[in-house]
């Protein structure tokens, strides 16, 4: 069965520090996606980052980046110099193609892990 | 370009009152998808569409009913709302639903309390 683990419940930071953020998931199927969203204390949620599974490279966009490892079932996601408007909870997620399973591409959600970054 | 919208943003209902949950997008999206969210739950999938003319269940489909009005309206209906289903709902949709699973986009959310 499909899930993902976000262990960190909340994080609390200082700016200007590093944070990584886990994420760990389960799938029986080869080819799934994986994606990162953030949501802001005002709710709404925002698409980060998706990566399919047989793209291992790590990607880096301005002082975000993520580390896929497939030998460990993990797509951490690392805030670099961190801002107080980095401040959200951020959700990983994961979705196995098309009819593996009977899936349909769902997306499975881990519960989040809060980030509280301070002045 | 208003990417999915929702309304109403708030609602509160009483036991047992019925109401209907909008959703409109705008991007030519095929698949749409109801998903709620709760404290320490993450997101959980309700219904989802596919297609224009094709709805199915999710996760947690119990309680709830959804209709695909259209190519660009998905719409979720409580029958006789519940304490149970206070939560907050949000829509999102992706342009396809296939071998490359595309990347859902959320609306801004409604804010459901049922007393």
């Known amino acids: 069965a499909q899930k993902v683990t976000q262990a960190q419940t909340e994080i609390s930071v200082v700016e200007k520090e590093d944070v990584t953020l886990d994420c760990v998931y389960e799938t029986r199927d080869t080819t799934y996606y994986l994606f990162w969203y953030k949501q802001p204390p005002s709710g709404e949620l925002v698409f980060l980052i998706r990566?399919?599974?047989?793209?291992?490279q790590n990607e880096i966009s301005g002082r975000y980046s993520w580390n896929f490892q497939k030998s460990t079932s993990s797509f951490n996601f690392t805030i670099t110099a961190s801002q107080v408007v980095d401040s959200a909870v951020y959700f990983c997620a994961l979705s196995e193609a098309l009819n593996y399973g009977g899936s349909q591409g769902n997306l499975i959600f881990g519960k989040g892990t809060k980030l509280s970054v301070k002045p | 370009n208003a990417g999915v919208t929702q309304t109403p943003k708030f609602q509160v209902l009483k036991t047992g009152q019925s109401m209907t949950l909008q959703c409109a997008q705008d991007?030519?999206?095929?698949?749409m998808y109801w998903y709620r969210q709760d404290p320490g739950m993450g997101l959980r999938l309700i219904y989802y569409s596919a297609s224009e003319g094709t709805t199915d269940k999710g996760e947690v489909p119990n309680g709830y009913n959804v209709s695909r009005l259209n190519k660009r309206e998905f719409s979720l209906r409580l029958e006789s709302a519940a304490p149970s289903q206070t939560s907050v709902y949000f829509c999102a949709s992706s342009e396809l639903m296939g071998l490359g699973t595309d990347t859902q986009y959320f609306g801004p959310g409604t804010r459901l309390t049922v007393l």
């Open positions: 990566r399919n599974s047989f793209d291992e």
């Open positions: 991007m030519n999206h095929n698949s």
